[in-house]
């Protein structure tokens, strides 16, 4: 349906509306009918409507033709994002053109907007819980062996909630909490090997190696399966090999152990002070924003306003200023103007090199 709509034409998309409209006030009417038989086959076999069983199978029977009208809804909802001006000539509830409907135009406008609010609340539900699913299934451990069968059911014992089933808010501190006992984190680290488990989960077992003591101890797999980017395990080794990993307090190993990003690393690296002396593994990781971090490392005070700026507007200081839309140039210019002149002209030098 969506490639089809990507490549209609607007007539073409009108005819269709009208198609779904007349099939969805079809359904809605044979829903009708339906529901009546159903209303008198349960009143012939005895049950009174206002009944528990029967109010139950009728919402059961509502439920099933609802999903009918709201799959038509739903494509009508995909026609209208490409030609929403159609909105006010077709009318939803019917396929009729308004034009032709006198006297009850208007209503059919609003009519229209009752259903594509409908449609549209039903999508934003649907993502959501997509989104959700999608979230709960990547925190979700699941390993074949008898070994990781035993690691898997530990993980996913600590991290979901028991009685929602949702990941549990503070699920870092839950992990890092249970695994002081070492049988739990030996029956739980070979969790990190789990190639589908979310990479910020991984992220989760790794803070409580380091916040335990686990971490020095482990197999060079185990951390490798934890640090999981070529990026973040170069970094670690430069930063192991030259004992400055020992050196690094807690909350600077978990600001590494975060840095799920090239750009993200090379900020971290900045913010803790080690530029200098890991600048060629910094180069190496290729960021957009290098030119403008190399400069920032020389004003500790530019560096502290560059960091209290929107997360937003530090990525768009890195984009090529020739592919940002409108709204972006303008988010752009006005913290241009805000900032502080020192900062202006490091702005402005990264821009120059785009």
Known sequence: MNADVANAT????????????????IAQQNATLSRQE????LQDLGYNLDGEFAKKFLAA???????TVKGFDSQMETILKKYPELQNEVSLANGQLISSMGDYADSAI?????????ASDLSRELASNAEKNAEKISWTASESSKAGKKAAQTWNDLVFDEKTGEVKSNVAEVVTEATKDSLTWNNLKLVVHDADLDSNAKDVIGEAAIANGWW??????DKKAILQDEFSITMYKALEDSGKWA???????????????????AETMLNLGMWEQFQPQIKNLNVENYDLLNALSFSRTSLNEYNALDPEVKRLIAEDPATLTV???KKMLETYNSVSPELKKIIGRQYKCK
């Open 10 to 25: 607007e007539e073409e998309a009108k005819l269709w509306l009208q198609s779904l409209g007349k099939q969805r006030q």
């Open 38 to 41: 159903k209303e008198k086959y």
């Open 61 to 67: 029977w509502d439920e099933i033709n609802s999903t």
């Open 110 to 118: 609003a009519e229209n907007e009752k259903i594509l609010k409908s």
């Open 216 to 221: 020095d101890g482990m197999a060079w797999s």
């Open 247 to 265: 050196e690094m307090s807690f909350d600077e190993k978990k600001a590494f152990l975060y840095s799920n990003t090239p750009e993200v690393m």
């Open 327 to 329: 709204s972006q140039s």
